[in-house]
């Protein structure tokens, strides 16, 4: 696939990721406990996707976005699990025993808890919610810091998917994001996982960093092709130290890539990894054309989340500990982040929420709309209509009006006769733009700062 960087850059502004709609900075204190309480029991008992935070890792890499707690006390990992199990009983008290049919761990890093807190995590699952027998069961795994007797337990717990961090194998630039990790532990960690029957195998990486160069970003796609993982993210480097202060760290090691630097290296990774056979899906994963992700972009089933692109298994999908985002379909919620704050609240026998925002029907429409462009690249106007009893060109008049003026015309094409927009293959990659358009909440974001959209 080839890709024009320098026109690329052009279009490289601020925009939401479209994770959620409303995106997360639109949720408010005035939603709490008890609006969370209704949407479970109004959801109750049906099948579920739940995503289980576990906040500590090690070492503190320094360009890291997620919600981290950086210690070496594992014990930690014990009594944060202690918590979670009584959470799970809440949850399930709340909305009914649903069958998990989508397990996902994610962080921090998973693989900080000892084999027993991983059991001891599942068996809590299993006894409240209850994990179904073919449920997909995702782990993020840190390959500095997973030992084989972890994988192997949670292999017979039931795992079906592995993510691999790697985010890039150039020492240099590992420096620069204080990461060092040798592609023999990488390479370690998947030949396990492989041994052990697990074939579903992701590779996240991260391009825009400090010292990262068309070169170095080369060798590292190399390398991960080697691996030949199922799935591969390529998330750009999102840079927003007033939201995480220990991201200066990052700025020691020199300047970040420009607009124009970030198009190169996004380009570079797009061409090297569709030459090797992968599809690409959206605006920053890629898969190999049996895997399940790939098969939904082509059938137009594909969703996303607050993981990324995800075939979805559940429409509701709760989530577990501190920062955990929930999204019922009606609302989403999170969790409190602070971790004493959370346990607080769960052992007084509360449900942790912090904020959240339940959805109108305007917010309802509009984010399948941002859904469909997020997921397929277009929007067919009478799946919209029939769905929302509206008249498309009537309701997005404004909308379809800004996207056929000149910022657009290289981007989209709106398609009266057969009744749909459809971004061009320039727009394909700057999706968030298109998405933006539609976004109802953007007039009055003001300042906020959001990620590049490349
Ligand atoms: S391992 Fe992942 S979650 Fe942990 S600090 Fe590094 S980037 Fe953040």
């Known amino acids: ?19 959620s709609y409303p ?17 479970l029991a109004a959801t109750a008992n049906g099948p579920i996707s739940l995503y289980v935070h576990v906040p500590f890792c090690v070492s503190l890499c320094w360009y890291c976005g997620c919600n981290v707690v950086a210690t070496s006390r594992r014990e930690r990992g014990s009594a944060y699990v202690d918590v979670l199990a009584k959470e799970l009983e809440l949850l399930a008290a709340a909305g009914g025993g649903r069958p998990v049919v989508e397990l996902a761990l994610g962080g921090g890093s998973p693989n900080f ?4 807190d991983l059991e001891k995590l ?6 409240t919610l209850g994990l179904a027998g073919d449920a ?7 390959p500095r810091d997973t030992r084989e007797e972890q994988l192997a337990a949670l292999v017979s717990l039931g795992l079906t998917r592995m993510s691999v961090g790697i985010q890039d ?11 060092m990790q040798s592609a023999e532990q990488t390479r370690g960690l998947v030949d396990s996982a492989r041994r052990l029957g697990v074939e579903r195998i992701n590779a996240d990486l991260v391009y825009g960093l400090p010292r990262q160069t068309p070169d170095t970003l080369a060798h590292t796609l190399d390398e991960v092709i080697a691996l030949a993982p199922r799935r591969v993210a390529l998330f750009g480097y999102a840079h927003l ?25 996004f380009a570079l990774a797009v061409e090297r990894l569709t030459g090797a056979g992968y599809q690409m899906i959206g605006i920053d994963h890629f898969a190999r054309p049996e895997d399940e992700l790939a098969i939904a972009a082509r059938d137009g089933t594909l969703h996303r989340n607050f993981q990324g692109y995800v075939v979805r298994r559940a429409e509701v999908l709760l989530g577990c500990g501190a920062t955990a985002i929930s999204d019922t379909g009606g609302a989403y919620w999170q969790n409190d982040g602070d971790l004493a704050g959370w346990q607080r609240r769960i052992e007084a026998g509360e449900l942790p929420v912090a904020r959240g925002v339940a959805l109108g ?3 309802r429409l509009r984010r399948q709309v941002i859904t469909r462009l997020m997921c397929d690249g277009e929007v067919d106007f009478h799946e919209i209509e029939e769905r929302w009893r509206i008249e498309f060109d009537d309701h997005f008049a404004p909308e379809l009006a800004r996207l056929a003026g000149d910022d657009f015309t290289e981007l989209v094409e709106i398609d009266r006769e057969r009744r749909r927009i459809a971004a061009l293959p320039t727009g394909r990659f700057m999706l968030r733009n298109l998405a933006r358009v539609f976004d109802g909440y953007q007039k009055s974001a003001g300042q906020r700062r959001f990620s590049l959209s490349l």
């Open 169 to 179: 194998f150039d020492p240099d630039v590992q420096a620069a994001i204080h990461r």
């Open 136 to 142: 997909e069961v995702s782990v993020e795994l840190d």
């Open 1 to 19: 696939m080839a890709v024009d960087p320098a026109r690329l850059a052009r279009f490289v502004e601020s925009a939401p990721r479209y994770t």
């Open 122 to 127: 599942f068996a809590a699952v299993r006894r």
């Open 361 to 363: 029907g305007e917010d």
């Open 113 to 116: 808890l000892a084999v027993s």
């Open 23 to 39: 995106p997360a900075t639109e949720f408010h204190a005035g939603f709490g406990e008890r609006e969370a309480r209704a949407q």
């Open 241 to 265: 130290p007033s939201l995480r202060p220990h991201q200066r760290l990052v700025e020691r090691a020199g300047p970040l890539p420009d607009a124009g630097g970030r198009a190169e290296l």
